[in-house]
């Protein structure tokens, strides 16, 4: 199995920017599919972004599209997302997670979950 531990949180303005981290031990990193999850108050946990195995392919939510950028390096087992022109929706907490099926958006096809980093945008 892997370990996931995410950092970077933190409060930021309108209009800002954040990189989030997530610092992987434990199985073989590149093996793993890796995404980036949010949860707010009074809503679901929802899927921000995934990226490959390899790292050259990632797919987005539409409402960060455009906006964040998920990457990882396999050789310093972290994955990471670079948040830009935050906005106050996007305040929750995030979550790195690793699976074995590209493509999915589904919480459930995802094994391996970090403690989760909170982002607070003020507006």
């Known amino acids: 199995q892997v370990q996931l531990v995410e950092s970077g949180g933190g409060l930021v303005q309108a209009g800002g920017s954040l990189r989030l981290s997530c610092a992987a031990s434990?199985?073989?990193?590149?093996?793993?599919?890796i995404a980036w999850f949010r949860h707010s108050p009074g809503k679901e946990r929802e899927f921000v972004a995934g990226v490959n195995w390899i790292g050259y392919v990632t797919y987005y939510a539409d409402s960060v599209k455009g906006r964040f950028a998920i990457s990882r390096n396999n050789a310093e087992n972290a994955a990471y997302l670079q948040l830009n022109n935050l906005k106050p929706e996007d305040t929750a907490v995030y979550y790195c997670a690793a699976g074995a099926v590209y493509g999915t958006r589904r919480e459930t096809d995802f094994q391996y979950w970090g403690q989760g980093t909170q982002v607070t945008v003020s507006s």
């Open positions: 434990g199985r073989t990193f590149g093996d793993y599919v």
